[in-house]
Each structure stands twice: as C-alpha cells, then as structure tokens.
C-alpha cells in the first residue's frame, strides 16, 4: 500500500516538472506579482547584488515552487530547495546556509512550519549573512559567528498570517499569489496540451478551466485524467463530452469541488445547522488536518461565496445550501 502511494506521489511530481513553466514569460497570470518581481530581479542585477528575500504566499498549487526556480534560472543562479518541516533542528538549518554558494537561491516551502530555534537562525543569516554556531551546552555555550555567502531567500507559505512577525518583516518583498481565473487556466491548460502531446477542444479546455478550483496543478491533474478517460472510453480527443464523463467519474462537481470540498459543506449544513463551527471541530468531523481543512478547502470555499469566517467560527452561506440541494429552514439532512 505504502509503495503504491510512494510510486504514485513520485509519478504525479515527475508529471508535474514536465510541465513547468521555465521562465517569467512562460508563467501565466498573476500579472501584478510577476512585474513586481522581475523589477525586484532587474535592480538587484543591476546593482550587482543578491536580490530581497522574497515571501510567496498563497493556497498549495498556484505556482510558489514554480516561481521560486523561475526566480533562480532568471538570475542564472543555483536553487537549493528544502521545507520547513525538514528543517527540525538548528543544526539542519546550519548544515544548508553554511554550504550555499555565493548568489543561491534557497527555497523552503512551507516555511510556517520550521522548528522555532532554527528560525531565529535565519532571521540573523537573512539579515548579515551569519550564522551563530553555538558551541557547547549550559553556562559555558558559547556562540561563534561564522560568514555566510549571500544568498536569496525564497520563503513560501500557504497563508503569510501564520508567520511570526519578525520572520515576516524580514521579507524585502511578498507577493501573494491568487486563484486563477478560468481564462489563465485555458491558456495554462493549452500550454500543458501542447507539451503532452494531447488532442483537446476549445470546449473542452473550458471545461476543465471551470472546474479546477482556479489552481494550475489542479487543471494539469485533471487534464491527464481526462486525457485517460478519452484514450479509454472516448475519441482520444479532449472535448467536452470527455471531459464531462472523467469529472463524473472523479467526482469533481460542476463548480469544481471535490470531495473535501463538500465534505465540509455537508457536515457544516448538516451536523452542524450551518454553523458557527470552529475550525477544529469541522476538521474532526470531515477526519482531516485543521491545516489541511484551513489551508487548501476554506480559501476556495470563502472565494466560491460557500462559508464566510466570522470570529465565532464558519458558517454555510444560502449559496452553499443551495449548491447541496438543501434547505436550512427545514433542517435539511441528505
Ligand atoms: P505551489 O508551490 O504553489 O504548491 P507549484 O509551483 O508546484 O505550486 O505549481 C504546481 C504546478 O502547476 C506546476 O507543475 C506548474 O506546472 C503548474 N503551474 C503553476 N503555476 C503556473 C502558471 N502560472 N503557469 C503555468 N503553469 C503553472
């Protein structure tokens, strides 16, 4: 079981770099971040120096990795990826800064996540450079200051709120990456098609488009799973039709939510009348992560107009009643 999982992640990632995009040119929307970076890289090239720290913020799938290394192969610079939850101790951290080349970008992802004693590390090597290696234990500790190559620092998030401020300050710039919208994910789509090799309709690409909870990784996965569906069951071509039946099949709905999606809606309207509910509780209830549930199903939701966040918890809104066919005055249970 666990193998199967570990050969699907590893064919899903391999997939995935297949299709990113390799400079700002290829990267499509987020027109506003995209300028704001290049002038960022532009000026710092300039001048001959390593550019701002850059902060990346924005809901998994939207393109953080993908700009990170856009980021690296426009300055023509190494890239050197890591995670926050790899980065457990401060001697892990210690271990990547003092082996950077001059001028590499470093890109941890889920940066939220790293061990406390490694972040107060960084704060000093993003602002001098320098790495306080501390020798000893107790009283007689002592820390030695070693000089570390100048580096860049790529740091992203899934929501800049849960940084510390210090950590955050010490970002020269932040972009926040939105949802796209239907016509960036046609033309992402086409772009994929057109590497892969596949036959898809104008239609068809619309399709996927509306159904891809506004996030590129999303269309790339259900591009290939619709390619499959027509390779099976279809012409061999991306249509409608085909795309149609693959999402029925993979039950992502008619306004592109999937099974997480409206697990949440449905225990929110059902167990819970609507709410207000705190996170924890639905996360419970839906058997997922609070993370999870906050990170990658809430900020489509709120988006769509299904849960609105209030200070007592979330709540269904009439639209999300609606989109699963119940009706809150009769206290509704499918
Ligand atoms: P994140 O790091 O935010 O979770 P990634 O950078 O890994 O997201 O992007 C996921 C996939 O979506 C990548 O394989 C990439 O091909 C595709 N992708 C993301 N953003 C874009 C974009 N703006 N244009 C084209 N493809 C994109």
Redo the contacts with the bound molecule.
């Keep these: 079981q666990r193998l199967t999982s570990v050969n699907a992640d590893s064919v899903e990632r391999a ?7 390799k400079g700002l040119g ?5 027109a506003s971040v995209c300028d704001q970076l290049s002038l960022v890289l532009e000026a710092a090239q300039g001048r001959g120096r390593v550019p701002d720290h850059v902060l ?1 913020s ?12 856009i980021i690296a192969s426009e300055l023509g610079s190494p890239l050197r990826l890591t995670s926050g939850p790899a980065v457990q101790h401060a001697g892990d951290l210690a271990a990547i800064l003092s082996s950077l080349e001059e001028g590499e970008v470093l890109f941890v ?1 889920e940066i939220h996540r790293m061990a406390r004693a490694a972040e107060e590390m960084l704060y000093v090597a993003m602002e001098d450079f320098r790495v306080d290696v501390v020798v000893g234990k107790g009283p007689g500790a002592t820390a030695i200051p070693l000089e570390i190559p100048a580096f860049t620092l790529v740091g ?1 998030t899934t929501r800049s709120g849960l940084l510390p401020a210090p950590l955050r300050d010490r970002f020269g710039f932040t972009g926040h ?1 939105d949802f ?1 919208s239907s016509d ?1 994910l046609v ?2 789509l086409h ?2 098609a057109k590497l892969l090799g596949i036959e898809a309709t104008a239609r068809g690409t619309e399709e996927i488009a509306t159904r891809s909870r506004g ?3 999303i ?2 996965r259900l591009l290939r799973r619709v390619r499959d569906w027509a390779q099976v069951r279809g012409e061999g071509i991306v249509d409608q039709k085909a795309a149609k039946a693959a999402l029925a099949v993979y039950e992502v709905d008619m306004r592109g939510l999937d099974r997480l999606d409206r697990g949440v809606l449905e225990i929110l309207c059902t167990r819970f009348g609507g709410g207000p509910v705190g996170l924890n509780t639905l996360a419970v209830s839906v058997g997922e992560e609070p993370e999870t549930v906050e990170t990658v199903a809430e900020p489509f939701l709120v988006r769509e107009g299904f849960i609105s966040r209030t200070p007592r918890g979330r709540i269904a809104t009439a639209a999300a009643w609606k989109h699963l066919g119940l009706n809150p005055e009769r206290g509704d249970n499918p």
């Design positions: 997939a995935e770099a297949a299709l990113r995009p290829e990267f499509v929307g987020q990346l924005g809901p998994p799938g939207l393109g953080k990795t993908t700009l990170a290394m992802d992203a990456l796209y960036d033309h992402v772009r994929s996030t590129p990784r269309a790339n």
